[in-house]
């Protein structure tokens, strides 16, 4: 996912930009607002984060520009001004979402997550090319099961071959696609690490999928009728229709900032050129370079790319250098030439999404017993993975992260034993579901389990089948988190929030700020548990938690109602309505997490035992 960040506090940008790296988003700084509107402009973006007073092009006027130009991409204001009108005045202006300064970063992260879910329903598909497999959502990739350790330039360069399956990228638009402005790679560079994925992928046992074009770029290596299809596309003059009309659309704005680089060129070769304005040249210049191979103008990609490149090395205040002068402006008439060439590309299909099983790592170190495991896992359609130690299971867990884990707490030969990643386990968001067994059964031992987290405890000796039947009910309850959830409230900032707590824990939303809708909506999306604001207009919550109470089919819904008040004899008249439990506001995130798995699990094990 790309991010274009624009705040003018470089201080603030780079330390956001390293949160936002580290969560492997590729991040684009603009520290003035006018120059966030030219990359906006050119590049796209799956998010824009941006404040609100910049220098040249407030945030508030790039936003009602951006929505005036058609253009989608979702957009998250930051400013220190927090009153409720200068936040009307943001969404009005087009704005997403609204986060103000001193931020919370886990926060704004949560806000982004549910930003860039919003905007695309198949964002994190499962892509495969034949024995290949990447899962975008935890980074994954693996060749015949097994996994390929990449860097993440080569991640993000086999993850645009998986998702354009039928393009031809050159090496500028490749570029423009894998690397910020600021980082200008040479094409050695692309090459390098094309090298190094192909190494990779051969060192897998992967015959080598990705193909060189020979004056066109690289693509994946695509079966026969593809490549008839190439060919014919080839061999006739070739124009995609809706690129064709893209392009005619745009053509003007690239012809503009050609006419910059020219003005630059004619004022060096009179002797008036300026720092400024050579800077100004070769900024366009390296727009151009990525932007047209997307085009399919490979050619005038390629010359941007150059004209770049000399206006970086260039000193115009000397006379030695004319030939260089010369060359700068034969290449800039070769530009303006090519631009004019029909724009070529061939359409893309992203691969289908693939359901994936279960992921179980193993952490023993006992291969025959861990063996055993896999083999029981397998005939319960569970993918599991064998680490031997602590280092190992890290290692493991970062790569692909697995759906339960499986901890022996007995490492004899380590410096550390199976409570430290317990522990380590517990604290990421969500917790990794862990199973712990272990020969030592004393009350401690078992309290200091539960204590860190751990969802079982299994007692050795034990058979592989009695450990896979644990695993098996871990998963079960596991899947609590695919529940539907309907939440009622006429606030709309509040059920954003409600959004952003508990999306990212995988429970299907269903967000309503109209009560009179209630019944409605209630039959319609069938949820598993409810979500109720106390105080609403003209129907309140225990309005509504009575009709459900005295409808046969909806009477054991469970009910968590969420208010201000504190009141004792408010709260006994919600639980007299039929309420099951009640937050109070503020709503603390993780205590309202914990209460809806808690209620889901108890509605689910009263279930089982009426089952």
């Known amino acids: 996912m790309k991010i274009l960040l624009v705040e003018d506090d470089r201080s603030f940008a780079e330390v956001l930009a390293e949160i936002l790296k580290a969560q492997n988003y590729l991040v684009e700084i603009a520290t003035d607002g006018q120059v966030g509107w030219d990359l906006a402009e050119v590049y796209e973006y799956d998010l824009i984060v941006l404040d609100v007073i910049l220098p040249n092009l407030d945030g508030?006027?790039?936003?009602?520009?951006?929505?005036?130009?058609?253009?989608?991409?979702?957009?998250?204001?930051?400013?220190?001004?927090?009153?409720?009108?200068?936040?009307?005045?943001?969404?009005?202006?087009?704005?997403?979402?609204?986060?103000?300064?001193?931020?919370?970063?886990?926060?704004?992260?949560?806000?982004?997550?549910?930003?860039?879910?919003?905007?695309?329903?198949?964002?994190?598909?499962?892509?495969?090319?034949?024995?290949?497999?990447?899962?975008?959502?935890?980074?994954?990739?693996?060749?015949?099961?097994?996994?390929?350790?990449?860097?993440?330039?080569?991640y993000r360069i086999l993850e645009l071959f998986l998702r354009n399956s039928q393009r031809i990228f050159s090496q500028s638009a490749l570029i423009e696609h894998l690397w910020l402005f600021e980082e200008t790679p040479t094409q050695n560079t692309v090459r390098a690490h094309i090298k190094s994925l192909r190494r990779k992928l051969k060192q897998a046992g992967s015959e080598d999928i990705i193909e060189t074009m020979y004056g066109l770029g690289y693509r994946l290596k695509h079966q026969a009728q593809i490549k008839e299809k190439l060919a014919?596309?080839?061999?006739?003059?070739?124009?995609?229709?809706?690129?064709?009309?893209?392009?005619?659309?745009?053509?003007?704005?690239?012809?503009?900032?050609?006419?910059?680089?020219?003005?630059?060129?004619?004022?060096?070769?009179?002797?008036?050129?300026?720092?400024?304005?050579?800077?100004?040249?070769?900024?366009?210049?390296?727009?151009?370079?990525?932007?047209?191979?997307?085009?399919?103008?490979d050619t005038a990609s390629t010359l941007s790319r150059q004209i770049e490149q000399i206006f970086a090395a260039i000193e115009f205040t000397t006379s030695e250098n004319q030939m260089e002068k010369e060359n700068l402006s034969q290449k800039v008439l070769a530009l303006s030439e090519a631009m004019e060439e029909p724009a070529v590309i061939l359409d893309t299909e992203l691969p289908p999404q693939i359901v994936q099983a279960p992921h179980l790592l193993i952490v023993h170190e006992d291969m025959v017993f861990a063996q055993q495991l896999v083999a029981a896992a397998v005939s319960r359609g569970i993918q599991a993975e064998i680490t031997i130690n602590l280092t190992q299971a890290r290692d493991a867990i970062a790569l692909s992260r697995p759906d339960v884990v499986l901890l022996d707490l007995s490492f004899p030969d380590s410096v550390e034993n199976g409570f430290d990643l317990l522990a380590e386990l517990a604290c990421l968001q969500p917790p990794i579901p862990t199973l712990v067994f272990t020969s030592v059964e004393e009350l401690p031992v078992r309290v200091q389990v539960a204590r860190l987290g751990g969802r079982g405890f299994l007692p050795k000796p034990i058979s592989p089948a009695q450990a896979l039947e644990a695993v098996h009910q871990v998963l079960q309850r596991s899947t609590q988190q695919q529940a539907k959830l309907l939440i009622v409230d006429d606030d709309s900032q509040v059920l954003d929030f409600l959004e952003m707590v508990l999306q990212p824990w995988g429970f299907h939303l269903t967000l309503l700020n109209e009560p009179r809708q209630f019944w409605n909506i209630l039959q319609q999306t069938r949820p598993d548990l409810l979500i109720l604001n106390l105080e609403m207009p003209e129907f309140d919550g225990i309005d509504l938690c009575q009709v459900l109470r005295n409808d046969l089919e909806w009477s054991d819904l469970p009910v968590i109602f969420f208010s201000a008040h504190t009141e004792s004899e408010k709260i006994e008249q919600v639980f007299e309505a039929g309420a099951d439990d009640y937050v109070t506001k503020p709503i603390m995130g993780r205590e309202l997490v914990a209460r809806v798995l808690n209620r889901l699990e108890r509605v689910q094990m009263l279930r089982r035992n009426v089952g």
């Not at 989608?72 to 400013?79: A, I």
């Not at 040249?281 to 390296?286: G, L």
Request: hydrophobic share 35%.
């Open 232 to 297: 014919e596309v080839q061999t006739i003059n070739q124009t995609a229709p809706k690129l064709t009309l893209s392009w005619e659309r745009h053509k003007q704005k690239y012809r503009d900032r050609l006419k910059i680089i020219e003005q630059a060129v004619a004022a060096i070769t009179a002797g008036t050129g300026s720092i400024e304005l050579c800077q100004k040249a070769r900024r366009e210049a390296h727009t151009l370079s990525g932007s047209l191979g997307s085009f399919g103008l």
């Open 60 to 154: 508030i006027t790039f936003c009602q520009q951006l929505r005036a130009n058609k253009n989608t991409t979702p957009v998250l204001l930051l400013t220190v001004q927090g009153s409720s009108n200068n936040k009307v005045i943001g969404l009005d202006a087009g704005a997403d979402d609204y986060v103000v300064k001193p931020v919370d970063f886990e926060e704004l992260l949560a806000r982004i997550r549910a930003l860039l879910r919003r905007n695309s329903s198949d964002v994190l598909p499962v892509l495969e090319w034949e024995d290949l497999r990447m899962n975008p959502r935890n980074c994954e990739v693996t060749y015949q099961d097994q996994p390929l350790r990449l860097t993440n330039k080569e």
